[in-house]
């Protein structure tokens, strides 16, 4: 059974303060690893990739991913209130003649004024 | 307009009847993949397809079927809707199994 982990929240953070979401994933040959945000009744929107072992940064969005402890994180840097939402973690796993992608169920985000 | 559309955005239906969500996309991406998210879910793969003609069930595909006679339509139709299918369905896409997916903005069906 391929899992996808993530603590549901709500994670309740200061405006200014890093925010960090993590998750953790049951396969150690996934391939590809992403950050989703998602409104309150809005659909899922993509934040970042990641593909590799390491960091990767855009704006103030940064992900981390260590593929040999199957964790991938996400920090957020000077949060804002408009950061305020539920934020998906999804990971492609090997499937017959392919890969699948499963989601977590989301860790809400409360970004305090 | 560019991009992945779905209708209708809200459905309100009785238990037993037919329903069909539409979900149409501008990219020529060839997957396809229909969600199923209730409150507090996250979101739980219904059918996926890999390009026209090509479909596979996800993880809860009781109760749904689907087609892909054309890359750009990935319809998903109820059979006879049941109280529990009240939920918002997502459709998405993307180019390829490793690749990014974009969503749909959703239809909301509420079964009485």
């Known amino acids: 059974q391929k899992e996808v982990e993530q603590n549901s929240g709500p994670l309740s953070v200061p405006e200014g303060a890093i925010a960090s979401l993590n998750c953790t994933y049951s396969?150690?040959?996934?391939?590809?690893f992403f950050w989703y945000r998602q409104y309150s009744g809005k659909s899922p929107e993509l934040i970042m990739s990641i593909y590799s072992n390491g960091d990767k940064e855009d704006g103030r969005f940064t992900a981390q991913l260590n593929k040999a402890s199957q964790y991938v994180s996400l920090l957020i840097r000077d949060s804002q209130p408009s950061d305020s939402a539920t934020y998906l973690c999804a990971v492609t796993f090997p499937n017959t003649g392919g890969f699948k992608t499963i989601f977590g169920a989301g860790t809400r985000l409360f970004v305090k004024a | 307009d560019a991009g992945i559309t779905q209708s209708p955005r809200y459905k309100i239906t009785e238990t037993g009847r037919q329903v069909t969500l539409m979900c149409h996309q501008t990219w020529s991406h060839s997957y396809m993949f229909w969600y199923q998210q209730d409150l507090g879910h996250g979101l739980r793969l219904i059918y996926y397809s890999a390009a026209a003609d090509i479909t596979d069930k996800g993880e809860v595909p009781d109760g749904y079927v689907v087609s892909r006679s054309k890359t750009e339509n990935f319809p998903l139709t109820l059979e006879s809707a049941t109280r529990s299918q009240t939920s918002v369905y997502f459709c998405?896409?993307?180019?390829?199994?490793?690749?990014?997916?974009?969503f749909g903005p959703g239809t909301r069906l509420t079964v009485l």
């Open positions: 998405a896409s993307s180019s390829g199994d490793l690749d990014t997916q974009y």
């Open positions: 396969d150690r040959v996934s391939q590809s």
